[in-house]
């Protein structure tokens, strides 16, 4: 049996990471299209969202063996589904990134095949018509982390949630 102490030393890793990546994405996108800036989107998504899906298991982990019926039950419930989101909010960002640089690596060995279809070119985050619904998805990851933190926090720090004494 695992003690409920991972969980709480991981989960600074993906709100750091996280928060980090977004903040620079958001500062490309309406700041400066500064390279430094997107190297520093793509270079701390994988590691945060790596550290996020690592959080939730070990979470998961340790509210296992709580009283289903405990008062603060709907709090770990909605700190449970906000976690759960942000695994498929910043997997999406992951996802659409590795295949939007896959289609560039494809279209410069002239492997791009696909009848109609223009060679991608430039940052996944330059793509035309992409700049708001990325704003919209990465305030939500931002507003998400926050809450998630503080829900946890309030577990532990209000009720004592697997707290040892
Ligand atoms: C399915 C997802 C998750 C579950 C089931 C879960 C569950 C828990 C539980 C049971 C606790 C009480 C302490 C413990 O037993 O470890 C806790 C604390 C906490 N969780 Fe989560 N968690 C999840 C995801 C997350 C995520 C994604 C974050 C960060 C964004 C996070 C941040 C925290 C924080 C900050 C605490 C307080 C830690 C402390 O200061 O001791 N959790 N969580």
């Not at 939730?56 to 909605?78: C, E, F, K, S």
């Given at each position: 049996m695992?003690?409920p102490?991972?969980?709480?030393?991981?989960v600074?890793?993906?709100?750091?990471?996280?928060?980090?990546?977004?903040?620079?994405?958001?500062?490309?996108?309406?700041w400066?299209?500064?390279?430094?800036l997107?190297?520093?989107?793509?270079?701390?998504?994988?590691p945060?969202?790596l550290?996020?899906?690592?959080?939730v298991i070990?979470?998961i982990?340790?509210q296992?063996n709580?009283?289903?019926?405990?008062?603060?039950?709907?709090l770990?419930n909605l700190?449970t589904?906000?976690?759960?989101?942000?695994?498929?909010?910043?997997g999406?960002?992951l996802y659409?990134?590795?295949?939007h640089?896959?289609?560039?690596?494809?279209?410069?060995?002239?492997?791009?095949?696909?009848?109609?279809?223009?060679p991608?070119?430039?940052?996944?985050?330059?793509?035309?018509?992409r700049?708001?619904?990325?704003?919209?998805?990465?305030?939500?990851?931002i507003?998400?982390v926050?809450?998630s933190?503080?829900?946890?926090g309030?577990?532990?720090?209000?009720?004592?949630?697997?707290?040892m004494?």
């Amino acid at each position: 049996m695992i003690p409920p102490v991972i969980h709480p030393i991981l989960v600074h890793f993906p709100i750091v990471l996280l928060i980090g990546c977004s903040a620079a994405a958001l500062a490309y996108l309406h700041w400066q299209p500064r390279p430094e800036l997107r190297i520093l989107t793509w270079w701390l998504l994988p590691p945060g969202w790596l550290f996020l899906l690592l959080t939730v298991i070990t979470g998961i982990i340790d509210q296992g063996n709580l009283p289903p019926d405990a008062p603060y039950r709907t709090l770990l419930n909605l700190h449970t589904t906000s976690g759960l989101i942000l695994c498929l909010l910043y997997g999406d960002l992951l996802y659409r990134s590795w295949l939007h640089r896959s289609r560039q690596r494809a279209a410069a060995t002239q492997k791009a095949t696909i009848p109609g279809r223009l060679p991608t070119t430039g940052d996944f985050l330059d793509q035309p018509g992409r700049k708001w619904p990325l704003t919209a998805q990465l305030l939500l990851g931002i507003a998400l982390v926050i809450w998630s933190g503080w829900l946890g926090g309030e577990l532990v720090y209000v009720w004592g949630v697997n707290v040892m004494g």
